[in-house]
């Protein structure tokens, strides 16, 4: 007896292949049931790698770690419960009017004058459906079952304060536990390979730091010019769309793209003219924006490319929803680092 197990007839290879399914069925149904846990973890991370940067600055100006945290936090969360104050009761005002509204915007956009063709053309069916759906949204009442009752909506910002929580906390954790972590990681290293993989780790988590905290100041950027936009041109609830413009351009390319949509869509129920305007706007604000703010703010990040944004985050949408798509970016900038610092120069020294 040598110790080894031999696969004989096929009973035995049936067997192993049904325990190797089974195996991947537990694996994945695990990794299905704790997605949001591990969702939470890389946005805190991110969080913590974002705001480092800033508690570095305030470390090479003599204060110490602990007390550089400190004062990042209590400026971050101070900004971030200002912005909130101030903001909710119009952002709540403007919401409740719009949901009223809806049945007016919707009943604009159907007559225009392209909107009435092509209803004429359909048989009316356009007109209907317009005057359907702003009654629907027009009725508080059906809300609640539109998003699946009222019990469900209560779990969902319930789920969505607990969410939020949760990972405040652990951003908290991870910005003062950073540099003890990753001297963790880098003690799992071989020693012969530790100095390298030291500088691409560091280059990872600062090029990762400042691409959060570009984003977030593209978007700040964004929401903050097009609430100046809306509200000079008369579009109706320009606070509430500048926070929807600024929740989606946390999403590169698609969120930027989506939000405008919706920003013209809302115009065009004032008049077609106010629509152009508002489309000429984003058209010259995004062209400024590639060329002329995101390689200022970003010239420091990791470059990813568009095609790699969109694929992410659709599959980071599609799998974790929005805070899936917001944390799926991050991953593929440093997925795009280590391929180009490991394994391009790995394949360039093979020739």
Sequence with gaps: MNGQFKVSNA??????????????????????????????????????????????????????RPLAITVVLVLFFGVVGALIWAVTPSLVRQTAHFIQQAPVILSGIGQLDWVVKL?????????????????????SKNWPSMLGGVVKVGLSIFNGFFAGLIIVI???????????????????????????FIGISE?????????????????????LLGFVMMS???????????????????????GSVTGAVIVTLVALSVSPITAIVAAIYYVVYMQIEAYL???????KAVDVPGAVVVVAALAGGALLGVLGALVAIPVAASIILVIRQVYMPRQSAAI
């Design 203 to 223: 280059q990872i988590s600062n090029s990762v730091g400042r691409y959060v905290m570009g984003q977030v100041t593209i978007a700040s950027i964004n929401a």
């Design 119 to 139: 209803d004429n053309q359909f048989g009316g069916t356009i007109t209907s459906a317009l005057t359907s759906t702003g009654t629907f949204l027009g009725d």
């Design 293 to 299: 703010i995101s390689p200022r703010v970003m010239r």
């Design 11 to 64: 009973f035995q290879i049936g067997l192993l292949g049904g325990l190797g399914v089974l195996t991947a069925l537990v694996l994945g149904n695990m990794v299905a049931t704790i997605a949001n846990i591990i969702t939470y973890v890389f946005a805190a991370i991110f969080i913590a790698l974002g705001l480092d940067p800033v508690v570095n600055f305030l470390e090479r100006r003599k204060l110490k």
């Design 170 to 196: 652990l951003s908290i954790y991870f910005m003062a536990s950073l540099g003890a972590f990753k001297q963790w990681i880098y003690q799992l290293v071989p020693m012969r390979s530790r100095e390298n």
């Design 232 to 254: 000079i041109v008369g579009i109706p609830f320009p606070l509430l769309l500048a926070f929807i413009a600024f929740v989606l351009a946390l999403i590169p390319l698609v």
